[in-house]
């Protein structure tokens, strides 16, 4: 997969668009280390953009370029049509960082108050908005508990809040589902899917590449700084000549007859059985020694490739064919 800008870009102007974009840092040695390197894409209005890569990639690096909390050593970029780190196009955008930190004497309906009059809202503003944000995040009925007894997944929902405290146009979150249970990334993932169905943008950098990959329209991949692959979901998971049959009633005898299928695999599970076949020309063998062994077929599917397999082999590629 090779680095390339995304080239089915529509007429309309991108969100965020970046070219060429690199961060650099003087170690004490003074030697430089690049903590971003070239980096160049767009993202379209109304989408959620999957922003991917292992610890030090340069994600965090790239989302305080956009929001000019850092400034480049080369390259260019604009946010909502602005230079990067306009103050009028920071109006217009929402952040929630990895960590969030509140004043923790707040309460969660006075810290979202708080930040909405930093947006000069009127006070009636502040209070629909408030009320409509802490049902959104599912913290109403914590509105009046302090901030410092909030857990570390509510934290994570006020911090989401707070990033849509100013109606944006574009939300930018990192790793935003860190400390959230199955059901809170499953709120977090239908919200998410709310703000793109109300024609925001969604820029997301996430470790959950599952959830990744059930929501997101474009995905970017970073690694050590560099772009490794870029583009939709369907165009990036190539659809893989695997076959998948699963099985019933597998015993010892079956198991080694379908061993003998040139390149099948087989996945014991506690209910059934699972037989990756290499090739569909293999399937007809398969089934027929299933059927004259008296075993149960429940199911035959493709195998697709998940974002998580690119991933692994993208980065593993890069790091000397060991994933890191």
Same mark, same amino acid.
């Given at each position: 997969?090779?680095? *390339?800008?995304?080239?089915?870009?529509?007429?309309?102007?991108?969100?965020?668009? !970046?070219?060429?974009?690199? $961060?650099?840092?003087?170690?004490?040695?003074?030697?430089?280390?690049?903590?971003?390197?070239? +980096?160049?894409?767009? %993202? *379209?209005?109304?989408?959620?953009?999957?922003? #991917?890569?292992?610890?030090?990639?340069?994600?965090?690096?790239?989302?305080?370029?956009?929001?000019?909390?850092?400034?480049?050593?080369?390259?260019?970029?604009?946010?909502?049509?602005?230079?990067?780190?306009? !103050?009028?196009?920071?109006?217009?955008?929402?952040?929630?960082?990895?960590?969030?930190?509140?004043?923790?004497?707040?309460?969660?309906?006075?810290?979202?108050?708080?930040?909405?009059?930093?947006?000069?809202?009127?006070?009636?503003?502040?209070?629909?908005?408030?009320?409509?944000?802490?049902?959104?995040?599912?913290?109403?009925?914590?509105?009046? +508990?302090? !901030?410092?007894?909030?857990?570390?997944?509510?934290?994570?929902?006020?911090?989401?809040?707070?990033?849509?405290?100013?109606?944006?146009? #574009? %939300?930018?979150?990192?790793?935003?589902?860190?400390?959230?249970?199955?059901?809170?990334?499953?709120?977090?993932?239908?919200?998410?899917?709310?703000?793109?169905?109300?024609?925001?943008?969604?820029?997301?950098?996430?470790?959950? #590449?599952?959830?990744?990959?059930?929501?997101?329209?474009?995905?970017?991949?970073?690694?050590?700084?560099?772009?490794?692959?870029?583009?939709?979901?369907?165009?990036?998971?190539?659809?893989?000549?695997?076959?998948?049959?699963?099985?019933?009633?597998?015993?010892?005898?079956?198991? $080694?007859?379908?061993?003998?299928?040139?390149?099948?695999?087989?996945?014991?599970?506690?209910?059934?059985?699972?037989? !990756?076949?290499?090739?569909?020309?293999?399937?007809?063998?398969?089934?027929?020694? %299933?059927?004259?062994?008296?075993?149960?077929?429940?199911? =035959?599917?493709?195998?697709?490739?998940?974002?998580?397999? +690119?991933?692994?082999? =993208?980065?593993?590629?890069?790091?000397?064919?060991?994933?890191?």
């Amino acid at each position: 997969m090779t680095e *390339s800008r995304h080239a089915g870009a529509s007429a309309v102007p991108p969100v965020i668009s !970046v070219n060429n974009l690199t $961060k650099r840092y003087r170690n004490p040695s003074g030697s430089d280390r690049a903590a971003l390197v070239g +980096l160049t894409l767009d %993202v *379209s209005p109304g989408e959620i953009y999957g922003f #991917l890569g292992p610890n030090g990639a340069g994600k965090t690096t790239t989302i305080k370029l956009l929001l000019g909390l850092i400034f480049p050593t080369a390259g260019s970029g604009t946010i909502l049509g602005a230079p990067l780190g306009s !103050v009028a196009a920071r109006r217009r955008l929402g952040f929630l960082p990895e960590s969030p930190y509140f004043y923790e004497y707040f309460r969660g309906d006075e810290l979202l108050d708080y930040y909405g009059r930093l947006f000069g809202l009127t006070a009636a503003e502040r209070r629909t908005r408030v009320e409509d944000l802490l049902k959104l995040v599912g913290l109403w009925e914590h509105r009046r +508990l302090a !901030v410092r007894k909030y857990s570390r997944g509510m934290l994570q929902r006020l911090g989401l809040a707070q990033a849509l405290i100013n109606d944006p146009e #574009l %939300v930018i979150l990192d790793e935003p589902a860190g400390g959230l249970d199955p059901i809170g990334r499953r709120e977090m993932r239908d919200i998410l899917l709310q703000l793109r169905d109300r024609g925001k943008t969604v820029f997301l950098s996430s470790h959950i #590449l599952a959830e990744v990959e059930m929501i997101c329209d474009q995905v970017a991949i970073l690694h050590r700084g560099q772009l490794l692959a870029v583009g939709r979901i369907g165009d990036l998971l190539a659809d893989s000549r695997e076959m998948e049959l699963t099985v019933h009633g597998l015993d010892g005898t079956l198991t $080694k007859r379908l061993e003998g299928i040139p390149g099948a695999t087989i996945r014991h599970g506690a209910d059934s059985t699972v037989v !990756v076949l290499p090739e569909q020309r293999f399937v007809y063998q398969a089934i027929e020694t %299933v059927k004259q062994a008296g075993g149960q077929i429940v199911s =035959l599917t493709a195998k697709r490739e998940r974002l998580e397999d +690119l991933f692994v082999k =993208l980065i593993g590629s890069r790091e000397g064919g060991t994933a890191a």
